[in-house]
């Protein structure tokens, strides 16, 4: 497979998982914060295969950039697969199938997810992550810039917004996946110049 292969894939693969992950975000906005609300285990259940994608294709776009990104990109790109695993994958699964079960059993017995430690852990992960990935991209030139604002802007948000009423932190979500996105096919132009053949010199 070609360099411009796998970014295609790679690309495709994250932009669905982004696209997954934004939704699902978004219909959490308007649910309810009871567990057992068939909207709120509707968002986790939509949320839980885009986590999966991103963890896919985020690699794949990252090795690509790898050397332009440096030991920051690197760091980001450990802190953001964390993050992407908590959030994504392990909280989607917990609240989509997990808690919505136990409490149906055993009402009052699910304990409130914000005490749970790997919870702020995934928000810190995930601002770190955002905000070095974004501040990489802007020092390495050649990356799309306005994505890299955008994942700061949500990074941020992603730590000051949790447990903060009015959904801040699924709404900082959003707009760093937006700007996860965007950096991704920002990219495209760029990987297609870089695999065209370069002319014979005499």
Same mark, same amino acid.
């Not at 669905?16 to 909207?39: E, F, H, K, N």
């Not at 690699?59 to 030991?71: D, E, K, N, S, V």
């Given at each position: 497979?070609?360099?411009?292969?796998?970014?295609?894939?790679?690309?495709?693969?994250?932009?669905?998982?982004?696209?997954?992950?934004?939704?699902?975000?978004?219909?959490?906005?308007?649910?309810?914060?009871?567990?057992?609300?068939?909207?709120?285990?509707?968002?986790?259940?939509?949320?839980?295969?885009?986590?999966?994608?991103?963890?896919?294709?985020?690699?794949?776009?990252?090795?690509?950039?790898?050397?332009?990104?440096?030991?920051?990109?690197?760091?980001?790109?450990?802190? #953001?697969? &964390? *993050? =992407?695993?908590?959030? /994504?994958?392990?909280?989607?699964?917990?609240? @989509?199938? %997990?808690?919505?079960?136990?409490?149906?059993?055993?009402?009052?017995?699910?304990?409130?997810?914000?005490?749970?430690?790997?919870?702020?852990?995934?928000?810190?992960?995930?601002?770190?992550?955002?905000?070095?990935?974004?501040?990489?991209?802007?020092?390495?030139?050649?990356?799309?810039?306005?994505?890299?604002?955008?994942?700061?802007?949500?990074?941020?948000?992603?730590?000051?917004?949790?447990?903060?009423?009015?959904?801040?932190?699924?709404?900082? #979500?959003? &707009? *760093? =996946?937006?700007?996860? /996105?965007?950096?991704?096919?920002?990219?495209? @132009?760029? %990987?297609?110049?870089?695999?065209?053949?370069?002319?014979?010199?005499?």
């Amino acid at each position: 497979m070609s360099v411009l292969d796998a970014h295609r894939w790679g690309a495709r693969i994250l932009l669905l998982g982004c696209l997954l992950l934004g939704v699902g975000s978004l219909i959490r906005m308007v649910a309810s914060s009871d567990v057992t609300d068939q909207l709120q285990a509707t968002s986790w259940s939509v949320q839980a295969p885009g986590g999966v994608l991103a963890l896919i294709g985020f690699p794949i776009i990252y090795t690509q950039r790898a050397t332009q990104l440096g030991i920051l990109g690197f760091l980001a790109y450990i802190a #953001l697969m &964390v *993050f =992407l695993a908590i959030f /994504g994958v392990f909280a989607s699964l917990l609240h @989509g199938l %997990v808690l919505p079960s136990v409490e149906l059993q055993a009402p009052g017995v699910v304990e409130p997810t914000s005490v749970l430690l790997v919870m702020p852990f995934g928000a810190i992960m995930g601002m770190l992550g955002a905000i070095a990935l974004g501040i990489a991209s802007w020092r390495a030139g050649g990356l799309p810039r306005s994505g890299g604002v955008l994942m700061i802007l949500g990074g941020f948000g992603l730590f000051l917004g949790h447990g903060m009423p009015l959904h801040v932190g699924d709404a900082s #979500l959003v &707009v *760093f =996946l937006i700007g996860l /996105g965007w950096w991704t096919a920002g990219q495209g @132009g760029r %990987v297609v110049a870089e695999s065209a053949p370069h002319p014979a010199r005499d």
